[in-house]
């Protein structure tokens, strides 16, 4: 995508699934990326191959996305290449059993999951945010060229929603918490998109990612006989999961300057499950 080389982007939760994907393909895009999770080996292994494989910059931090000092942390360290953070994928969540009963959910579990999926994705978005607003605005072009000036932006912000944002289907610490990211959502758009910074989301469907084969079991795990024959899978309008990439592909369409136009918008990608069936 034209003009992205050079960037530099922080994702949370990129040490598996979505955010790992993303990691992929933003570098592939010539964008250097920081890897932020709280899991270290597999974070410091992504960043590793991400610059290994790619030939752009890439560096692993530690962050625990619920500590707010933790984040401005991570937000400063990003701007030490280029004095500037151009993107932010905020990909990081945590799920219970989706055959979990509410009943069995404690309070625990409920408020770790809001702290994650609500609270943190907040402090990440308004410290991204509050970054973007002090850079200087980047030039809009497009291939072909556009007859029209597109006004410049700031930066460009992506959160990993979920389709569970969008209906009550179960899930009783999850899906009140992604109802609320759709709010930290819209409301960035609405805070950051006068100075020129964008804030959507992605809602995936159901994908084969570390934490749905947490949440699922073998049905969804890749490669098994119960992922093969799900239930889940039979209302898909596509009749499979989606793979991580699919879902990498959206968001970095999302961040990049082809959605210039975009702004607080929730963007499904579910193989045709929410409003097909």
Not at 81 to 108: F, K, P, Q, V
């Amino acid at each position: 995508m034209a003009g992205m080389a050079g960037r530099v982007a922080m994702i949370t939760g990129a040490a598996g699934g979505i955010g790992e994907a993303t990691a992929h393909k933003l570098a592939s895009r010539g964008i250097s990326v920081f890897v932020i999770d709280m899991n270290e080996k597999d974070g410091s292994r992504v960043s590793d191959e991400v610059e290994k494989k790619w030939n752009v910059r890439s560096k692993f931090l530690k962050v625990d996305i619920t500590q707010e000092e933790q984040v401005k942390d991570a937000i400063a360290s990003t701007t030490k290449w280029t004095g500037r953070l151009d993107y932010a994928a905020n990909c990081a969540g945590i799920c219970e059993s989706i055959w979990a009963e509410e009943e069995s959910i404690t309070t625990e579990l409920f408020e770790r999951t809001h702290a994650i999926n609500t609270r943190g994705l907040w402090l990440c978005q308004k410290y991204q945010a509050l970054q973007m607003r002090m850079q200087q605005p980047w030039e809009i072009t497009f291939l072909p060229q556009s007859p029209h000036t597109i006004p410049g932006q700031r930066g460009s912000i992506a959160n990993v929603v979920s389709i569970s944002g969008l209906q009550a289907a179960g899930l009783a610490a999850y899906t009140p918490s992604k109802y609320a990211a759709i709010g930290v959502t819209k409301n960035g758009a609405k805070f950051y998109g006068p100075s020129g910074i964008r804030v959507n989301a992605l809602c995936p469907g159901w994908t084969l990612t570390k934490m749905v084969e947490h949440s699922m079991g073998k049905e969804g795990t890749i490669g098994t006989q119960e992922n093969k024959d799900s239930g889940v899978s039979k209302q898909i309008g596509l009749r499979r999961m989606a793979f991580a990439q699919e879902q990498a592909n959206v968001l970095s369409f999302l961040l990049s300057d082809e959605s210039s136009y975009m702004n607080g918008s929730l963007l499904v990608n579910d193989g045709g499950f929410h409003d097909i069936r």
